[in-house]
């Protein structure tokens, strides 16, 4: 979302000072807000989570509403940041309640906004929700006149429809936010809601009407000189060539996509755009190229499911129904049958035949990655890797050994996606996730459960000592992992726990890491918690 954290970064930047400071801020309640935010921006969150509270409780009882209001929404910050949502929508809830009793318009509308931003997040998926705040919000922002507010906030209910999965009901809301970033010649804003939009029309099979906002867009990413998001637009305008049935203009914007994305060794954006290119060359009967592009796109999909565990695979394949078992092995043998007739056949006849398996044989592998994969980071996604959990329960307990599991996630991850953008932050995931696959060891397994946060099962025999060396390993490369190509001062951390043991189910083995994972949270970030 857009919409920054306004209660929590203007409290702080009100209260920017030394702690000594603080004593001279006057009511005791004072003192204790003022201290908070200072414990707070020096990253020190329990002990600024303590003051807070007693902000809270000491404003309450003297009857001040103005410092409960703030301190209420600093403190649901903190809870939000480390995870707590419903202690976050609390402390917002509260502090909603006294400023619309005290006719604080402004702390009102920012609070609002609060509750909308954890509604809106991929944890909660509360998006309706979300969405009748953000319009409430709207409404008054339009009544007093404040465009780049109401501007921001039509993007927020756009952006929250399309993480709905309705993007036609977002197009409306982009249309009107673009109109107004023009209006207050905001660029930047303007060139991201125009590729928010093309998104969305193109999603709706509507390339004719998406061709122009992505050929805006492109003219201004080039004019920034920011390579990565000319190739990341060029690749969505290159299939809104091709729809459009202008193959030449297609196959030049893919070219320079590949171009940079061979570059950087993207895998995942070369897979899309090889696949992009050959429908091209097969709109085009261009069968050579076509085939080409078809064999090097299987290459990149293997490429790709490497980074899965073949063991892993094998097990989830088994839990497959029979049907689908079954189709599998027919495409399975159509394509010994085709390659046979391939090698025989005339080469016109053999590239006709080779293009109707490779159309088969994307079509199973799609419906596998979809199954299986986390399409951003191309980690096993939520499914795939619980259901791995779930199977090494089973075995420890049949054969009485230990389970070691690790989960972590992205310390202040929101902050990341509402300073620099959602573009960023796919760009962190992505990092994290390709430089924790090298730590791990080759029968460790890796999985992607929730927007930012992961889940490792360790191989099976993992002693306690031993996964707390893998989970310092993880905590070590992200930190000195670089991603100022991201943005030039961004530096990213997590914060792990670790659990080894026994349980009576997996549901509860999770729930402990869980636990450990929030105490590496409250006790200061970027560190490892592992169960006594």
């Known amino acids: 979302m857009r919409f920054a954290w306004i209660v929590a970064a203007g409290v702080l930047a009100a209260q920017a000072r030394a702690l000594p400071d603080c004593e001279r801020a006057g009511s005791p309640q004072a ?46 910050f903190l809870q939000y940041d480390r995870g707590a949502m419903a202690e976050a929508l609390a402390n917002f809830q509260g502090a909603y309640r006294i400023a619309t009793r005290i006719g604080d318009r402004k702390a009102r509308l920012d609070t609002l906004a609060l509750m909308a931003n954890v509604y809106a997040d991929a944890k909660v998926a509360q998006y309706d929700r979300a969405i009748e705040y953000y319009r409430q919000i709207l409404g008054e922002y339009e009544k007093i006149g404040k465009p780049t507010d109401v501007a921001d906030t039509l993007y927020n209910i756009g952006s929250t429809f399309e993480a709905k999965g309705d993007p036609a009901a977002a197009e409306p809301y982009y249309r009107r936010a673009l109109a107004l970033f023009e209006n207050v010649q905001r660029p930047a804003d303007v060139a991201y809601t125009k590729c928010s ?18 050929d805006a867009a492109v003219a201004f990413y080039e004019g920034e000189k920011d390579a990565a998001y000319v190739a990341w637009v ?5 299939g809104a060539y091709r729809r459009l049935g202008r193959a030449s203009e297609a196959l030049a914007d893919l070219d320079a996509a590949r171009r940079y ?60 129904d ?6 599998e ?51 096993a996604n939520r499914r795939h890797i619980m259901a791995a959990v779930e199977i090494a329960f089973a075995e420890a307990k049949r054969v009485g050994r230990e389970v070691a599991v690790i989960v972590f996630d992205i310390d202040r991850f929101k902050r990341i996606n509402d300073t620099h953008g959602h573009g960023a932050g796919d760009a962190v995931l992505q990092g994290i996730a390709r430089a924790c696959r090298l730590v791990l060891r080759p029968n460790d397994q890796l999985g992607r459960i929730g927007g930012e946060e992961f889940l490792v099962l360790l191989a099976p025999g993992t002693t306690g000592a031993q ?32 659990w080894v043991g026994t349980a009576s189910d997996a549901n509860a083995a999770i729930a402990a890491v869980d636990a450990l994972l929030y105490r590496a949270k409250e006790n200061g970030r970027n560190r490892v918690e592992v169960a006594a």
């Open 329 to 379: 092995n027919r495409a399975l043998a159509r394509e010994s049958q085709l390659r046979f007739v391939a090698i025989v056949l005339t080469a016109a006849l053999a590239v006709a035949l080779a293009l109707l398996f490779w159309r088969q044989a994307v079509s199973t592998r799609r419906m596998r990655a979809m199954a299986m994969t986390d399409e951003l980071t191309r980690l």
């Open 234 to 238: 060029k690749q969505y305008r290159g």
């Open 197 to 214: 939009l093309g998104s969305s029309l193109m999603k709706q099979n509507r390339a004719r009407e998406a061709l122009p906002y992505l």
């Open 261 to 320: 994305y061979e570059n950087e060794k993207n895998a995942r954006y070369l897979e899309r755009n090889t696949d992009e290119t050959a429908l091209v060359y097969e709109q085009l009967g261009d069968w050579r190229n076509a085939y080409a592009f078809r064999t090097r796109h299987a290459a990149l999909q293997q490429e790709l499911a490497a980074a899965r565990r073949d063991e892993l695979s094998a097990r989830l394949r088994v839990q497959f």
């Open 467 to 498: 996964a707390a060396d893998v989970a310092e390993r993880l905590r070590a490369t992200v930190e000195q992992l670089d991603v100022t190509k991201v943005a030039p001062e961004l530096r990213v951390t997590i914060s792990l726990g670790v």
């Open 31 to 76: 003192v204790a807000l003022c201290r908070g935010n200072v414990l707070q921006k020096e990253g020190k969150t329990r002990d600024a989570e303590s003051e807070l509270a007693s902000a809270v409780a000491l404003a309450a009882k003297a009857g001040d509403a103005k410092t409960e209001v703030d301190a209420r929404g600093s403190l649901g």
């Open 322 to 327: 029979a049907e689908k078992t079954e189709q």
